[in-house]
């Protein structure tokens, strides 16, 4: 019966991904970025633009985002 192959050795640079299974020192690694919350709302494509041009936001300053 063939055996089994030998796990990937865990780290920085060896291509591991991280996942439920995952038992191996996690100190030297960076942490995890925090959840990103806006202090407006994000205009929607179709509201009118916050310039005052009257065009819709995603024809005037949205072409470029």
Do not use: F, I, L
């Not at 591991?16 to 959840?35: E, K, Q, S």
């Amino acid at each position: 019966m063939p055996r089994k192959p030998e796990p990937a050795p865990a780290g920085p640079g060896t291509g591991h991904v991280h996942g439920p299974d995952c038992n191996h020192d996690h100190h030297g690694h960076d942490p995890v970025a925090g959840t990103y919350r806006r202090d407006t709302p994000k205009p929607g494509r179709n509201a009118p633009c916050s310039c005052g041009s009257g065009k819709k936001y995603k024809k005037c300053h949205g072409a470029n985002a």
